[in-house]
């Protein structure tokens, strides 16, 4: 039997040439794993629950492709247009201090994350951002880690929170009321985020630290 041998099914992934594969060899080993434990030692994944998990996936992976695909066109498009600049000269035409410049970005960034996932945030907003922050000398490392932590609040906000809506499935609840009962944790969040951009040695101790 199978389950009378765990070593044998562990050795898979303590084995050293297993971590030094590359990556896509490693997902599909670990895929290769996960269908053979769902079916074979657990016995709890069918054919038909297979087939449904494959069809989803390939759904999933589709989608991202055209995300990234079309934000690879996308990235052409906003640099021959020169969006970034003008983008750049709009916001530095409101104001030129870097905090009250950081804030209106956030606020964007926000509103966007409300109905845009994280990734494509990611792919689409960064290269608008990055000459901005640049023009009026903030860090893009810190410029990194408040624009990550903002955008990634954005999957549980509504109205397209896509965690806000997993966790209410999961829970059994509306999303109406997973929003309401996680009010504490956006004011946290929302405090987190000021704090980064007031106070940038937060983010950048470490990194100045090891890299000097």
Same mark, same amino acid.
Not at 198 to 205: G, M, T, W
């Given at each position: 039997m ?22 896509p ?76 410049l950081?804030?209106? =970005?956030?606020?964007?960034? /926000?509103?966007? $994350?409300?109905?845009?996932? +994280?990734? #494509?945030? &990611?792919?689409?907003? *960064? @290269? ?7 023009? =009026?000398?903030?860090?893009? /490392?810190?410029? $990194?880690?408040?624009m990550? +932590?903002? #955008?990634? &609040?954005?999957?549980? *906000? @509504? ?20 929003a ?11 405090v ?5 951009t ?9 990194p100045n630290?090891?890299?000097?």
């Amino acid at each position: 039997m199978i389950t009378q041998n765990p070593e044998g099914i562990l050795k898979t992934f303590s084995d050293r040439d297993f971590f030094e594969e590359a990556p896509p060899l490693i997902v599909r080993k670990k895929a290769a794993y996960a269908v053979f434990a769902g079916m074979v030692v657990y016995r709890e994944m069918t054919l038909k629950i297979f087939w449904e998990t494959a069809k989803q996936t390939l759904v999933d992976v589709g989608v991202l492709m055209l995300i990234l695909a079309l934000s690879g066109t996308f990235g052409y498009a906003i640099v021959f247009g020169r969006i970034p600049q003008t983008i750049a000269e709009l916001l530095l035409g409101i104001t030129t201090n870097r905090h009250l410049l950081l804030i209106l =970005i956030i606020v964007l960034l /926000v509103m966007v $994350g409300m109905f845009i996932e +994280t990734g #494509v945030i &990611a792919l689409l907003l *960064t @290269p608008v951002s990055i000459p901005v922050i640049t023009r =009026i000398g903030i860090d893009p /490392v810190h410029f $990194g880690v408040v624009m990550m +932590t903002t #955008v990634t &609040a954005g999957i549980m *906000t @509504p109205p397209v929170g896509v965690a806000l809506y997993s966790t209410s499935e999961i829970m059994g609840c509306s999303p109406q009321e997973t929003a309401r009962e996680a009010v504490p944790f956006y004011i946290m969040l929302f405090v987190l985020v000021l704090l980064l951009t007031f106070f940038p040695q937060i983010v950048l101790f470490l990194p100045n630290l090891v890299f000097g």
